[in-house]
Every structure is written in structure tokens, then in C-alpha cells.
């Protein structure tokens, strides 16, 4: 049988197909069940052409979750634009979002998924994308009105990635937590997270009022 060739425009699309296919894969079953050939099969095209695409499944994943950070950008920026609702209401109600993924239809790797994806990444390909976290984490920060350099962006990440992450992890991974208050605790470390992150644009806050009383 003759090989398909495609146009650039039918690979943009069934690129874009594979991201969104392997973002609700990992959504609703995680990636231990989510394999190149169910994908393949998703999207109907070959295998062949898949690694034409992306190197690894694992490449795909690390691509799927970059792609999914504009799109939580965004929603950030829906929930700050509405102003009828307090300030600390709207960050506490991203955070809830993002961490209670499968509700809102956000990836977030369990830790066996991370090891695995990790151990598959090139180191180049690796620092790319803690560049794009970098730079996500930042920018999430500029939404929520936190001055640059108050908050560091890579604690803010690596708090925000841990409470979805162990929330994701009970009661298979984790065992030894209580899972009947999982959700309390996800709860806790968001008023504790947002807690750092009052105090920071507040004080930010009084720096520029003292500095526009010596002007």
C-alpha cells in the first residue's frame, strides 16, 4: 500500500489532534493506558507517521502540557477581569482548577508519570521546558498582580505542582494519607499558598506608596 503523503497544513492538524487526544488521555486515564497505538488509532493515522511528528510519546506529553499553559493563562485572565468578586477569591479559585484537574479538564502527571516522562526527555529537551515553566509561572504571577521579584516564580510552581500532584497521587500512591480528607488538605495549602502571596502584593503595595511619598 502506497504511503499517505500529507500536506503541511494536514500535518499542523493532526498534530494539534494528537495534543488535544494525549491532554484527555492523561486527563481521564493517565498515560499507562494511553499508548502510541491507541493514539494512532484515535486520530487514524499510521505509527510511521506519528514518530514523523514526535520523537516519543513521551515528546508528545511534554508538548500536550505546553500547550495546555495558554490556556490557563487565560483562564486566569477570566478570573481576574471579574472584578465583582474579591482578589483572593479569584487566585484561590484557579488554584482549584488546576488542582482538581480531571474535574476541569487539566492534565496533571501523577509522580510515577513524571518519572517515566523524565527518564525518556533528552537534557536539551528537558531545559526547554523548564524554560516554558519558567516563563509560565511568571506570567501567572503578573495575572494575579504579584510585582516581579516579590514571589519567586519557581516556588510558586513547585507549591502549586505538589499540591496537585499528591492530591493526584491518593490513595494509590500515597496510601498512607487519609484520602476522606484529601480535599480538605487540597483547601489548607491553597489559603496557605494565597496567604504568602497577599502578604507579597501588599507589601509590593506599601513599597510604592512609600516610594511615591519621597518623590
Not at 152 to 176: H, Q
Not at 179 to 185: I, L, R, S, W
Request: charged share 30%.
Amino acid at each position: 500500500m502506497a504511503r499517505k503523503t500529507y500536506s503541511e497544513q494536514e500535518r499542523e492538524k493532526i498534530k494539534e489532534n494528537l495534543l488535544e487526544e494525549a491532554t484527555r488521555c492523561i486527563v481521564e486515564q493517565g498515560l499507562v493506558h494511553t499508548s502510541v497505538d491507541s493514539l494512532c488509532k484515535k486520530v487514524k493515522i499510521s505509527k510511521t507517521f506519528f514518530y514523523a511528528l514526535f520523537p516519543t510519546k513521551e515528546d508528545l506529553v511534554i508538548q500536550a502540557l505546553c500547550c495546555q499553559q495558554p490556556r490557563l493563562l487565560r483562564r486566569a485572565q477570566e478570573l481576574m477581569a471579574d472584578a465583582r468578586r474579591p482578589w483572593r477569591e479569584r487566585v484561590e479559585q484557579f488554584l482549584r482548577d488546576c488542582c482538581y484537574g480531571t474535574k476541569s479538564s487539566i492534565a496533571v502527571l501523577s509522580i510515577e508519570e513524571e518519572q517515566e516522562v523524565y527518564r525518556c526527555l533528552t537534557p536539551e529537551r528537558f531545559q526547554v521546558f523548564r524554560r516554558d515553566q519558567m516563563v509560565f509561572f511568571t506570567q501567572a504571577l503578573a495575572v494575579f498582580g504579584i510585582p516581579t521579584g516579590t514571589v519567586d516564580p519557581r516556588l510558586f510552581g513547585n507549591l502549586a505542582l505538589s499540591m496537585m500532584m499528591v492530591y493526584k497521587a491518593i490513595p494509590d500512591t500515597m496510601p498512607f494519607l487519609f484520602p476522606e480528607v484529601a480535599e480538605d488538605m487540597v483547601e489548607f495549602q491553597i489559603r496557605a499558598l494565597v496567604d504568602e502571596m497577599e502578604r507579597a502584593r501588599e507589601q509590593a503595595g506599601m513599597v510604592r506608596e512609600t516610594e511615591g511619598e519621597d518623590k
